[in-house]
């Protein structure tokens, strides 16, 4: 099959969430599986740190390649993309986000012809990309070059949909027409997302359960309505983890090197991490990790309120985050009073990021909501056990087999399950079953592209 992504961030050229990661990974998942695939995004300021080669391909369009041979194209246009950040900088959005990515769709879609690509699917991520389902349907229907290309949107995360005030609608470069409740108005705003969700063949988000999720008024973010409408083409599709990336055998950042065969060695990067961290060193006091965002997302909020009773149990605690200041503030205020407990690492930190999910026992996400998640699939891999909250991505690859899940979103359901591994880890045989089984999950690409691929079968028949 042919395959074209549009993206508006792309591993290794941009990232600023998951996002990159999806679309830097499965192009090349799907490529080992023999289809042929295109990924389309901005030519940021940044593309040019990735320090790949970068050839011109045409006016305003420039490639590289990933993998073995997945060309990415960069759309040109130096007032729109070249700038420091993605979407906005410290006074929050770009005010003309409408506009450029309305631009990178519509002149994605013409690359395509210039680069004589005609794929069978177009496959396109989150708001940003959503407009290209819309023209497909609309500016480019006439046109035979398109007619026989279908449409798959990915939702990554439908707490960001691209919403404009009205007044914006006709740089769009639609009908007025489209401007209506079932297609782009969202109480009387112009949202980018709800057009492509209303025209694309097909829609899938990153985990089964968010997919039922995301059709209820408490996840929806205002759009369960039209997805329940669109279920019949609505499916959940996990993400994948990079194995080569994230492999406690293999692992270039953390003390010991250790396996499912060999997961005794892990003893070692618990003591490291206790040292780099400032707690004392023992093996028989459970250490708990977390990295993740500080927001209220992460379930940060019920976090804070179990923090005394966490403390009074005897475990430690690594946290490694940036994000709401509130949550700096409120987290920088308990690790004062406990010292002795909890470690606090307010930054971005990749190599500490690889220990805690070495040298920790157990993993800390309790997140209120949690489209797939990476946090969890990681510390799976590294025989690390997570302690998380019944929903997304979370329900979907956390049990109790191999972790705990608690399903009220409460503080003290919270700290029962916090109690229940505290009390497991005492219990040497019971916790390496649940480190066996841990390790033993498996969720690579390859599964993962395996079923996009069947997505995109479906897509062309229709
Ligand atoms: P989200 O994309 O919502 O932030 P995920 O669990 O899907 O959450 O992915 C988060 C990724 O970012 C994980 O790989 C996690 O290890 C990493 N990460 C989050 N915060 C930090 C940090 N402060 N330092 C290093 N890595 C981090």
């Known amino acids: 099959m042919k395959i074209a992504m549009f993206s508006s961030e792309v591993v290794p050229f941009a990232k600023t969430g998951g996002l990159a990661d999806v679309a830097g990974a499965l192009p090349l998942a799907l490529e080992y599986c023999g289809h042929e695939v295109i990924v389309v995004m901005p030519a940021y300021r940044c593309v040019g740190e990735a320090k790949l080669k970068i050839s011109r391909v045409s006016e305003g369009v420039t490639s590289s390649i990933i993998g073995k041979g997945v060309r990415v194209f960069f759309i040109e246009n130096k007032p729109y993309f070249d700038r420091p950040g993605l979407y906005g900088n410290e006074n929050g959005d770009y005010p003309d986000n409408l506009e450029r990515f309305s631009f990178f769709c519509r002149r994605a879609l013409e690359s395509l012809k210039e680069i004589k690509f005609g794929p069978d699917i177009l496959h396109l991520h989150d708001w940003q990309a959503s407009l290209a389902a819309v023209y497909l349907k609309t500016l480019c229907s006439k046109d035979v070059f398109y007619k026989k290309i279908h449409s798959v949107l990915t939702i990554h995360n439908i707490g960001y949909q691209g919403i404009f005030a009205k007044e914006e609608f006709p740089k769009l470069g639609l009908d007025w027409g489209l401007f209506d409740i079932e297609t782009f108005e969202f109480f009387n705003k112009v949202n980018l997302l709800k057009g492509g969700i209303s025209m694309a063949d097909f829609i899938s988000t990153v985990s089964q359960t968010y997919a039922k999720e995301i059709q209820t008024p408490d996840l929806g973010f205002g759009l369960d ?16 983890l990079d194995y080569s990336v994230w492999d406690p055998d293999t692992d270039r950042f953390i003390t010991q090197n250790f396996s499912q065969a060999h997961p005794g060695d892990k003893a070692l990067d ?35 309120g179990s923090l005394d009773e966490f403390c009074g149990t005897g475990a430690q605690l690594v946290i490694l985050g940036t994000g709401d200041l509130k949550y700096h503030e409120l987290l ?34 309790p997140s209120r909501y949690e489209p797939c998640g990476l946090g969890q699939m990681i510390s799976l891999r590294y025989g690390t056990i997570p302690v998380v909250f019944k929903t997304g991505g979370l329900a979907d690859t956390v049990n109790r087999n191999n972790g705990f899940v608690f399903s009220s979103y409460r503080k003290e359901d919270l700290m029962k399950s916090v109690h229940k591994a505290v009390s497991a880890f005492g219990d040497k045989d019971k916790w390496a079953s649940l480190v066996d089984n841990a390790m033993r999950c498996n969720f690579s690409w390859k599964i993962s592209a395996d079923k996009y691929i069947q997505l995109y079968a479906k897509a062309k028949k229709k």
Request: hydrophobic share 40%; with cysteine.
């Open 225 to 240: 309505g039209l997805l329940r409408k669109r279920r019949n083409v609505l499916s959940g599709i996990l993400n994948g």
């Open 270 to 304: 618990k003591a490291d991490l206790q040292k780099i961290c400032g707690l004392r060193r023992d093996k028989d006091v459970p250490l708990f990790g977390m990295v993740s965002r500080l927001a209220e997302q992460k379930g940060l909020d019920i976090l804070g």
């Open 332 to 365: 920088k205020k308990f690790s004062l009073k406990y010292p002795k407990s909890i470690s606090l690492n307010l930054k971005f930190d990749d190599s500490l990021a690889h220990k805690i999910y070495a040298g920790s026992d157990i993993f800390l996400m």
